[in-house]
Nanobody, 120 residues
Framework: QVQLVESGGGLAQPGGSLRLSCAASGRILRLTNMAWYRQGPGKERELVASIDTSGRTTYVDSVQGRFTISRDNAKNTVTLQMNSLKPEDAAVYYC??????????????WGQGTQVTVSS
C-alpha cells in the first residue's frame, strides 16, 4: 500500500503563488507516473498536470505557462508550483501517484485533497 500526504494549499490573491507538495510512503520500489488533478465546485475532476518517469510533463491548456509540475524521486515527492493564480484556479487539488511495489504489485493512489482558494 501507498500513503500520500499533501501539503501547501491555502489562500492566495489573484496573481499570487502557491506550492503544493505530495509525499508518498509505503513499500515503494519505484514511483512511475505522477499527476495533480483538481475539482472545483460543481465541476468534474480534471487533470491539471502530469509527469512521467522520464520527466516528460503535460498540462491542461488553462494552466500552461503558469504551473510547473516536478518530481523528486529520492524523496518520493511530486510538487506543483502555481504562479499567476486566477480565481478560476480555485478548487480542491488531488495528488495522484502510480507505484511499483515490492512484491510486484502496482498501486494507483489518490491523496486526500487540499483546498486552494484564490480571492482578494
Amino acid at each position: 500500500q501507498v500513503q500520500l500526504v499533501e501539503s501547501g494549499g491555502g489562500l492566495a490573491q489573484p496573481g499570487g503563488s502557491l506550492r503544493l507538495s505530495c509525499a508518498a510512503s509505503g513499500r515503494i520500489l519505484r514511483l512511475t507516473n505522477m499527476a495533480w488533478y483538481r475539482q472545483g465546485p460543481g465541476k468534474e475532476r480534471e487533470l491539471v498536470a502530469s509527469i512521467d518517469t522520464s520527466g516528460r510533463t503535460t498540462y491542461v491548456d488553462s494552466v500552461q505557462g503558469r504551473f510547473t509540475i516536478s518530481r523528486d524521486n529520492a524523496k518520493n515527492t511530486v510538487t506543483l508550483q502555481m504562479n499567476s493564480l486566477k480565481p478560476e484556479d480555485a478548487a480542491v487539488y488531488y495528488c495522484y501517484q502510480e507505484a511499483l511495489l515490492y512484491g510486484g504489485t502496482y498501486a494507483r493512489t489518490w491523496g486526500q485533497g487540499t483546498q486552494v482558494t484564490v480571492s482578494s
